[in-house]
């Protein structure tokens, strides 16, 4: 009984801590909460960038997720990684319905321009609830232009979809997401490459549709799940040099 209440005291001290860290701000579609030591003129720059990207992919996906979505701002990448339970992001992350993003990049640069793409995709994606989340995932690497990010597969032996799904939920060290992600990677460049974005992103309206995840890829691409199958796996085993 004692040890539950010392754990108690210790949750509403935390809590009122992060209540006195933390500063607030809201967008049409965030809710931002970012440290004190992160100036509030970048969240508000890069609240309007989130906010764009996330207007063209919900036009895109024609979906209109419901309520805010919190976004942490930290001053630290370790946040990021400690805080989303997905270590190999230095820049932002979606991850369990929060983004996670860490100030020090420049808002014009490249990465941080992808970075947003990637997670506004990811966030949108997240109101199809029949998507598998490592397909979510695969599709927001690609609009973020991260395909190639974590490099090729180290082992991209596959037989199946399943496999990938497996080997996603499962990671949890740094080298395990590092592989996984670069089958991803590897994933969404073979169906840009062999079927075009159109047909990648029309994947998304089969599944929104009702459509299995089989029959949303046969539908899509016009192939059946064998043949893609054979063909990813043998793209999985070659990646350009």
């Keep these: 009984m004692r040890q539950r209440i010392i754990i108690a005291l210790g949750a509403i001290l935390l809590l009122g801590m992060q209540s006195q860290y933390l500063q607030t701000y809201t967008t049409s579609y965030f809710r931002f909460k970012y440290e004190k030591s992160v100036s509030p003129k970048e969240v508000s720059a890069f609240g309007n960038m989130l906010e764009t990207a996330h207007a063209k992919y919900k036009k895109m996906f024609a979906v209109t997720p419901s309520g805010r979505v919190d976004v942490m701002y930290y001053s630290s990448p370790q946040f990021i990684k400690r805080e989303s339970k997905i270590p190999i992001f230095d820049d932002g992350v979606f991850a369990r319905g929060k983004i996670y993003v860490a100030t020090g990049y420049p808002l014009e640069g490249a990465k941080m321009q992808g970075m947003t793409s990637r997670v506004a995709a990811r966030c949108v994606l997240s109101a199809i609830k029949s998507c598998p989340l490592w397909l979510a995932e695969c599709y927001s690497l690609h609009a973020g232009n991260e395909v190639w990010r974590f490099g090729a597969p180290v082992r991209p032996s596959m037989l199946s979809f399943a496999d990938l799904a497996e080997d996603y939920s499962r990671a949890e060290t740094s080298d395990e997401f590092r592989e996984v992600y670069a089958k991803l990677g590897a994933t969404a460049a073979f169906f840009v490459d062999r079927y075009g974005e159109t047909k990648f992103q029309a994947v998304f309206a089969q599944l929104k549709s009702g459509k299995s995840f089989e029959e ?26």
């Design 216 to 241: 949303a890829l046969e539908g899509a691409f016009g192939e059946k799940i064998e043949v893609i199958e054979k063909a990813w796996t043998k793209a999985l085993a070659s990646p350009p040099k």
